[in-house]
């Protein structure tokens, strides 16, 4: 089992910067994949960034050159600096790991941090 817990949401003004942080515990693997999904208001849910021990990261193509993942393995931490913030940014972050299983995949969450993007 694996528990996330996000931190580093809140209220910033356009052209901002926050860093969100999410801690997972249990067992971690080396072949998780850890990430950031949004959710804005009347939307669904999408991925923003996503990074793999050892691998390259990957970020949607909106927030490319203005957000940054990065991965402590020894920690169990990932990170997600964003810098540049606009309004179309604000949603709720949640904190993900994508693991891949013999007969399919799961996938654990925490339990989200409201990020407002408002002047």
């Known amino acids: 089992q694996v528990q996330l817990v996000e931190s580093g949401g809140g209220l910033v003004q356009p052209g901002g910067s926050l860093r969100l942080s999410c801690a997972a515990s249990g067992n971690i693997l080396s072949s998780d994949y850890m990430g950031w999904y949004r959710q804005a208001a009347g939307k669904q849910r999408e991925l923003v960034a996503q990074?793999?021990?050892?691998?390259?990261?990957w970020l949607e193509s909106s927030v490319q050159g203005r957000f940054t993942i990065s991965i402590d393995s020894g920690k169990n931490t990932v990170s997600l600096q964003m810098y540049s913030l606009k309004p179309e940014d604000t949603a709720v972050y949640y904190c993900n790991v994508w693991r891949r299983l013999n007969d399919g995949y799961i996938n654990y969450w925490g339990q989200g941090t409201q990020v407002t993007v408002s002047s």
């Open positions: 990074i793999v021990d050892g691998g390259s990261p």
